[in-house]
Structure formats: C-alpha cells, structure tokens
C-alpha cells in the first residue's frame, strides 16, 4: 500500500499550521519603535501631563485617519510623559461619568475632576514631495525584456509644545519620512526561447506559451506617517524638559 494518501493529511496541516504562524500578529518593532522604547523610562508622578487633540493635516489628498492614536501611542510608549485623553472623550470617559452622576454606577467617577493638561502637542501633516527621486532601466535580449524603476517620495510632519496656560509656543520640530517603491517586470520568455531555437537550427512551435510577470512594492503611507509621528515624539522628549525648564 502506497504511503502517499496517508502522507496528504498530514502535508495539509503542516502547511495550514505554516500558514497560521505566518499571519500571527506581531508586535511593532521598527527602528523608530525600538527608539522610543530605548528612552529612559520616568516615574510616573515625574511625568509632565501632556494632551494631544487631533493630528491634522493641510494636504488634501492625505487624509490623517488613525494618526491622532498614532501619536498618543508613540507618546505613552515613549515612557516621558503623563498622557490626558483629550480626542476621544465622549465616546468614553464623558460618558462614565455622565452614567456615575445618574447613580447607574458605583464610586464617585462624576465628583472626580479630569487631570488638566499642562502641555499640549499640536500636529500637523504639512509635505508630501511625490516622486522625489526614481529611476528606471531594462534590457532586451532576443525578445526577453526585463525592466525595473525605483521611486522615492516624502512626507513631512510639524508638531509643536503649546503651553496650556498661556497659549504660548514653546518649542516646534519637524520630520521628514522617506517612502520607497519598487517595480520589477519581466516578458518574453516565449520569444527568447524560439529566437534560441532557431538559431540552433530548430523549428519551433507557434503555440510556444509566453510568459510575462509584474510585481510592485511601496512602502505603505500610513507606517511611514507612525514612523515619522514616532521619531518626532522622541525628538520631543530629549528636548522637551529644556524647552519648559527655558520657559518657567
């Protein structure tokens, strides 16, 4: 009896648990990520508080999504600062506490003002330089083409230290990410075969199948926007207790 049919239960489960591990969610461990996490950790009643209410962004063709939560991740992960919910809080906080004052909860969650923000961030999405840089080549061999191009844009992100208090602008930075995408194409293959062919004194068939490939790869706009909102709250905590320290 052949082993083969009793072989394909066991090859399909191996590739389902492959392909299981291969879709296994990771945590985010870019350069920038790890950065962050580098930074010397304060103890949490020497953390300043600091708010941020919405990343925006003046380009039309980007719109900023997720990239309030962005920041205030990259803000908590930093491991500087005190960080105030202040974006969404009527979707959570407002309305614990609008539930406590009704007397539908327990504890005094609607007697217990919110920490005051003593610093607010403020940022915005202000460059996008499509196609900064890119070039391009191929070759053509016996009708074989291979072609590549390569291309670089730019996205640009201001945020800037407003004191709470006074409104005043204590510090600005701004940080630039590069995107890369790249484009591989090849044809022909059917083409190289018969001119081989008939070079060598061989007929060749008119049905000779061709064969042609195209893959694309770019990076994606909203992990470069985390890596960008990552790196500048780490320029913001090395700069941050100078800037207040200047300020009072």
């Given amino acids: 009896m052949s082993i083969k049919p009793l072989l394909l239960p066991f090859t399909l489960a191996a590739l389902l648990a492959l392909n299981g591990c291969a879709n296994t969610p990771v945590v985010d461990s870019s350069p920038t990520s790890q950065a962050l996490t580098k930074l010397p950790r304060k103890n949490v009643e020497g953390r300043v508080a600091v708010g941020i209410y919405e990343v925006t962004s003046n380009l039309p063709e980007l719109p900023p999504r997720g990239a309030t939560e962005q920041f205030k991740t990259a803000l908590v992960k930093s491991g500087q600062f005190r960080v105030v919910e202040r974006a969404k809080l009527d979707r959570g906080v407002v309305r614990e506490k609008q539930l406590n004052a009704a007397g539908q909860t327990t504890g005094n969650t609607a007697q217990t003002q919110l920490r005051g923000a003593e610093y607010l961030f403020q940022a915005e999405i202000t460059e996008l330089n499509g196609g900064a840089s890119g070039s391009s080549n191929g070759i053509n061999i016996g009708g074989f083409q291979l072609g590549g191009a390569s291309n670089q844009d730019e996205l640009g992100l201001d945020v800037s230290i407003v004191d709470a208090n006074t409104g005043d602008v204590l510090d600005a930075i701004n940080v630039r990410k590069t995107l ?18 008939a070079q060598s004194g061989k007929s060749t068939s008119p049905y000779t199948p061709e064969v042609q490939h195209q893959s694309t790869r770019k990076d994606s706009f909203d992990a470069a926007l985390r890596q960008a909102i990552e790196e500048a709250v780490r320029q913001l905590a090395l700069r941050f207790d100078v800037q207040v320290a200047q300020a009072q």
């Fill in 180 to 197: 890369s995408g790249l484009a591989v194409s090849v044809g022909g293959v059917g083409a190289l075969f018969n001119t081989v062919m």
